[in-house]
């Protein structure tokens, strides 16, 4: 299930959304700090109210870019995770506290053009629609503004043309 939603607090919102973000600090033009994380949800915990809790309980702004969630399974959730840098950091505590395992999604990924097929693979896995097929001539198209970092389209290619730098 794809998902995308977004949950202001206190009617700063757009604020937030708009606010620019150093990718060496996670820290905004506004002074807060914002990661990207991917929650790991482990089967039996797909029910807790986790995003309400980070929203209510330690005031931050979430946007939620991708879910996969179903009963009885593990679930995995991707999202922008907003605040001042205690509440973020609160925030990673419960999620630990709630046996939620959580990856901060930073760097980048490279698309090595030279090596790709052009099979398509990617794009089957990915969830930001970053990775597209060009319907004129069927090569593939890669849009980083739109990618979340998640990395499936490392592990779905089958050339190795998608990778993280180390
Ligand atoms: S890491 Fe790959 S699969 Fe994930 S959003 Fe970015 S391009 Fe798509
Ligand atoms: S899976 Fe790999 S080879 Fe296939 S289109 Fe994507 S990057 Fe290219």
New binding site residues.
Partial sequence: MNSEKRIGINGRASDRANAGVSADTGETSTGEKRVKALLTYPPGAVGKPITYSLVRQFNLWINILHAEIAADKAGRLIMDIQGSADDVDRGLRFLTAEDIEYEILNGS?VWDEDKCVHCGA?TA????H??TMDNLDWSLL?DKE?????????R?CPVGA?STPI
């Avoid at 896995?125 to 930001?128: M, N, Q």
């Avoid at 739109?146 to 499936?152: A, F, P, Q």
């Fill in positions: 990924i990617c896995v990915c969830p930001s970053a990775l890669f739109k990618c979340y970092l998640c990395r499936l389209c490392t779905a998608m």
